[in-house]
């Protein structure tokens, strides 16, 4: 690597560390969410879903009974898999 290359890339790392942090910050409520979705009912009314990083491999504080519920009700699993089918 020539010295001119070292020179470009340690000016533009501040550039790359700011476009870093930005797309960590634009991404945190859907990471949230995506986490929430996970968690039971009573645990996202009472902590906050970060609290999930505190005992990571407690699978006891994840479940898709959610889903399951969201699937089950009125249709939607119906309407799920005729998604399907159309997109495939």
Excluded at 16 to 44: D, T
Aim: charged residues 15%; aromatic residues 12%; proline residues 5%.
């Amino acid at each position: 690597m020539t010295a001119e290359r070292i020179s470009h890339a340690l000016r533009r790392a501040p550039l790359n560390i700011v476009i870093v942090v930005i797309a960590f910050v634009w991404l945190l409520p859907s990471i949230g969410l995506l986490i929430s979705s996970f968690r039971p009912e009573e645990a996202v009314l009472s902590t906050g879903w970060w609290t999930v990083f505190r005992h990571p491999f407690d699978f006891t504080q994840v479940t898709l009974d959610n889903y399951a519920s969201v699937i089950t009700k009125e249709g939607m699993g119906r309407a799920f898999l005729n998604s399907l089918i159309i997109s495939v």
